[in-house]
């Protein structure tokens, strides 16, 4: 009995020799040892993707991982078998968090599907073009006055409008500045679901289930989700708590959470009131938060591209001179700054290793073993910076890769068109970002914005004159692969373009008003 107990666990960690290649494992272990605790994106294509192939596999203890290094891997499984990869692999932490009702997080089933539904209904191309169109526009228009009066302050400013956006999107309530409440609760929240999520900060719970039954006052990393649980539901809460109260007055407004409780309390609420307030919740964090970061991206490029800064403001100045800045009616006039928003995505993406599908059914590829409940890793830095598939030059900042690429990056998701990578940074499958719409709009009416408004340069010292370089690897390490705080300057091209500014945004703040 005790031999047979010792020969069971050390097949745990063993790879199934059906299986696709990859490392070596250890006994229990698997390849657990060899994962860094930061990193993990850059080690999954310049170690192993090319040493073992466009796909190959790893051994997390009992698990199994299947990591797609291979575009056309992605397509053939992810994209055209959706339904059988749309599942999530289990995350214990996050079921602690969340209470099992995060839609990132959880599987395919009815609920996750209904909150998947109301989000991309109220996140389409119609519903953002009709009805949101005038607030984007309006609320870029302060972005542009908050550069002018403190450009110091672009970090603050990028999270207060993309906030702002997602707020009155969501809400019906915008933020003024990014110190009130609706502009900077979501970072808040994402905060503490950041630090409780970041690889390396849980034991290897799910791996090893019986972790589980360790009690929560022993265990730091329990007590650390629930308290960050809690104080994300507080957060929500007064989120909602706004609404209802403005419903009880008799004013409703023209946003996703009026919509919804119209709905839902004439059909009956499909989830539960905690599973309601995390889908309002969720579209606000990605509407936010990787917008937000992926704008700075493009600022850190611009600052260290200023050819690219020139050949897009020939583009503008053609179409807009100074008496307007552009908008998004200018799109198919200005296919470069669609490219430079694609290389943003593509050159640093906003979630680096991507977020892992599951397998609800045994599938093979190419002769190869995909076990049942499988994850099923999209490294998605990786697919966009890999030589050895095609990408030349990958960390170079090279807005020209997609001249021949014109359309939104929606466009080509899904299609045989999948060599060109800049959408896998919204994901694949059914289980791409339903937010891509209005990211995409967000960005290229800021970048476009920005771009006629100022000039952004590496900044100088003060004293010596020299330029200050940024460095373009000084990103966070967590689950989002932000900038950290870097310095830029940001002036205006001239005293005409800072005219129209203050003239816009005279106009902006009568669209404010029944917002606020």
Same mark, same amino acid.
């Given at each position: 009995m005790i031999t047979y107990v010792i020969y069971r666990l050390l097949q745990v960690g063993r790879r199934d020799p059906r299986m696709p290649k990859g490392p070596p494992t250890l006994p229990v272990l698997g390849n657990l040892h060899q994962i860094p605790p930061t990193g993990?994106?850059?080690?999954?294509?310049?170690?192993? +993707? !090319? =040493?073992?192939?466009? /796909? &190959?596999?790893?051994?997390?203890? *009992?698990?199994? /991982?299947? $990591? %797609?290094?291979?575009? !056309?891997? /992605?397509?053939?499984?992810?994209?055209?078998? +959706?339904?059988?990869?749309?599942d999530r692999p289990h995350s214990y932490v996050g079921q602690l968090i969340t209470q099992g009702d995060h839609m990132v997080l959880s599987s395919n089933d009815p609920i996750t599907r209904e909150k998947r539904r109301a989000a991309t209904h109220n996140l389409s191309p119609r519903i953002i073009d009709e009805k949101l169109a005038p607030i984007q526009e309006s609320e870029i228009t302060q972005l542009m006055f908050d550069f002018l009066e403190t450009p110091e302050d672009f970090f603050k400013h990028f999270r207060r409008v993309t906030a702002s956006i997602a707020c009155t999107l969501v809400y019906g309530q915008r933020a003024p500045t990014y110190d009130s409440f609706w502009g900077h609760c979501v970072y808040d929240a994402l905060q503490f679901f950041g630090q409780a999520l970041e690889p390396g900060a849980n034991p290897p719970v799910d791996e090893f289930p019986f972790l589980k039954i360790w009690p929560t006052r022993w265990s730091y990393w329990k007590k650390r989700a629930f308290a960050s649980g809690a104080a994300m539901d507080a957060i929500w809460s007064k989120s909602r708590a706004f609404v209802e109260e403005r419903r009880r007055r008799g004013e409703k407004r023209d946003c996703v959470a009026d919509r919804l409780l119209d709905e839902y309390e004439e059909k009956g609420f499909p989830m539960t009131q905690h599973a309601f307030d995390n889908l309002l919740r969720e579209m606000v964090e990605g509407g936010a938060e990787t917008t937000s970061s992926s704008l700075l991206t493009l600022m850190l490029a611009l600052a260290k591209n200023p050819h690219i800064q020139e050949k897009a403001r020939k583009e503008i100045d053609a179409i807009c001179g100074t008496d307007r800045s552009p908008t998004w009616s200018d799109f198919k006039d200005m296919p470069y700054i669609n490219c430079i928003v694609k290389e943003g995505m593509c050159w640093r993406p906003v979630i680096s290793?991507?977020?892992?599908?599951?397998?609800?059914? =045994?599938? =093979?590829?190419?002769?190869? %073993?995909? #076990?049942?409940?499988?994850?099923?890793?999209?490294?998605? @830095?990786?697919?966009?910076?890999?030589?050895?598939?095609?990408?030349?030059?990958? =960390? *170079? &900042?090279?807005?020209?890769?997609?001249?021949?690429? #014109?359309?939104?990056?929606?466009?080509?998701? +899904? *299609? #045989?068109?999948?060599?060109?990578?800049?959408?896998?940074?919204?994901?694949?499958?059914?289980?791409?970002?339903?937010?891509?719409?209005?990211?995409?709009?967000?960005? @290229?009416?800021?970048?476009?914005?920005?771009?006629?408004? &100022?000039?952004?340069?590496?900044?100088?010292? #003060?004293?010596?004159?020299k330029t200050i370089p940024i460095d373009p690897e000084a990103y966070e390490t967590g689950l989002l692969h932000a900038p950290l705080p870097f310095k830029?300057?940001?002036?205006?091209? *001239?005293?005409?373009?800072?005219?129209?500014?203050?003239?816009?945004?005279?106009?902006?703040?009568? $669209? &404010? /008003?029944k917002w606020e």
């Open positions: 993990f994106y850059r080690k999954l294509i310049r170690e192993w +993707g !090319k =040493e073992y192939g466009g /796909v &190959f596999s790893l051994k997390f203890g *009992s698990s199994n /991982v299947i $990591v %797609l290094c291979d575009r !056309k891997a /992605v397509h053939d499984l992810v994209d055209k078998k +959706g339904l059988m990869y749309a290793s991507g977020l892992p599908h599951r397998n609800n059914k =045994e599938d =093979e590829y190419e002769g190869m %073993l995909i #076990p049942k409940d499988s994850t099923i890793f999209i490294p998605i @830095w990786a697919l966009q910076h890999s030589e050895h598939l095609g990408f030349k030059d990958p =960390e *170079s &900042f090279n807005p020209d890769r997609y001249i021949n690429h #014109p359309k939104l990056a929606n466009d080509y998701a +899904g *299609s #045989p068109d999948y060599n060109m990578p800049h959408h896998y940074a919204y994901g694949a499958g059914r289980r791409m970002c339903p937010g891509i719409h209005l990211a995409e709009r967000n960005q @290229w009416r800021m970048l476009s914005k920005i771009l006629w408004a &100022f000039q952004i340069n590496e900044p100088t010292d #003060p004293i010596t004159g830029a300057s940001i002036k205006p091209r *001239s005293s005409a373009h800072i005219d129209t500014i203050r003239r816009e945004m005279a106009e902006a703040r009568k $669209v &404010f /008003v």
